[in-house]
């Protein structure tokens, strides 16, 4: 990872577990069912909120789409991440 995303990282306001998402996303993308059981988080809800929150800041994309399974990457631009103002509406 570049110096400059985890300065920018280490500035965000989240939570443990939402930075040991973005760390195991900037390694290969997966599946919420997937980070659910590596990361061994019990509770579905808690993940989907925690992927929700991730993707409203504009940390998180969906990278594909197979079947129903949604794969999720780390935003690794930081240009694009400093463009990101939190709770804009997103037109895609």
Do not use: C, W
């Amino acid at each position: 990872m570049k110096t400059e995303y985890i300065d920018y990282l280490t500035t965000l306001d989240i939570s443990g577990q939402s930075f040991r998402i973005l760390l195991a996303l900037n390694i290969k993308e997966h599946t919420q069912t997937q980070i659910q059981e590596k990361l061994n988080i019990q509770d579905k809800a808690q993940v989907n909120k925690l992927f929700k929150d991730l993707s409203n800041r504009g940390l998180i994309e969906i990278s594909k789409v197979e079947g129903r399974n949604k794969f999720y990457k780390a935003v690794k631009d930081v240009k694009r991440l400093r463009i990101n103002i939190p709770g804009q509406q997103r037109m895609f």
